[in-house]
């Protein structure tokens, strides 16, 4: 029964990342094209300094479709091992040994006034991540072929499924040499798909950024990046 369920996860894992690799795939695509379709094609790189404090990597790819039209392609990577209490911001305080996952976030922002700083944008977003943790509950040892329940500490590997989406106003400062400094700020809304396996009492919704989030959420962030 463990073999078969571990498959099912990992099946389910390699059926999310082909999903993301498609999206993305599509949609840098549909960028690419209207990059090389538009008169005065240009785009942006950016990196988010904030994702470090929760282990992952995010890169953004912003091409601009019109002159005050940007979407925006930002792929995630997190990954954590070590120790839980270097990871409170994800798991308000529960005992995570590791954590792996990957992300996807589309924004499209526009440019109220063409060759000003302040811009909107609505997007959404999705995410999946894999927690290692010590769960306390009752499990199944099988001892002799003979199904035998214990009470006691067993560790588990949790998925979690997030979808999301927001609404943000934002600040885009150029400096010299086509680079840039973006401030936003706004608000979103999360909802978090956990099929647990383990009768225990860790959510991993312990506030607004956390990795089961379901619920309204603030967004705010900065990136540091250039434009070509």
Excluded: C
Excluded at 87 to 105: P, Q, R, T, V
Excluded at 110 to 124: C, D, V
Excluded at 125 to 149: H, I, V
Excluded at 189 to 210: A, C, E, H, L, Q
């Amino acid at each position: 029964m463990y073999k078969i369920y571990k498959n099912g996860i990992a099946m389910k894992k390699y059926l999310f990342a082909a999903l993301l690799a498609g999206l993305s795939l599509a949609a840098f695509a549909q960028a690419k094209d209207a990059v090389e379709n538009s008169e005065n094609p240009r785009i942006g790189f950016a990196l988010q300094p904030q994702t470090l404090l929760y282990n992952g990597l995010r890169i953004d790819i912003q091409p601009y479709l019109k002159p005050s039209h940007q979407l925006v392609i930002a792929p995630q990577l997190y990954y954590f091992n070590g120790d839980a209490s270097n990871f409170s911001l994800y798991d308000n305080g529960n005992d995570i040994s590791d954590m792996k996952g990957l992300g996807l976030e589309l924004n499209y922002r526009i440019f109220p006034k063409e060759g000003k700083p302040l811009y909107w944008a609505l997007g959404i977003n999705y995410n999946f991540f894999q927690a290692g943790y010590l769960a306390t509950t009752f499990y199944n040892t099988d001892e002799n072929g003979l199904p035998t329940y214990e009470y006691g500490s067993v560790n588990n590997q949790q998925n979690i499924n997030r979808v999301g989406a927001s609404a943000v106003m934002g600040w885009q400062i150029p400096t010299l040499y086509g680079f840039f400094f973006d401030l936003y700020w706004g608000v979103g809304f999360r909802y978090s798909f956990v099929n647990k396996r383990y009768d225990d009492d860790i959510s991993f919704d312990g506030g607004m950024w956390s990795m089961a989030r379901r619920g309204n959420y603030l967004v705010l962030g900065a990136k540091i990046g250039f434009e070509l």
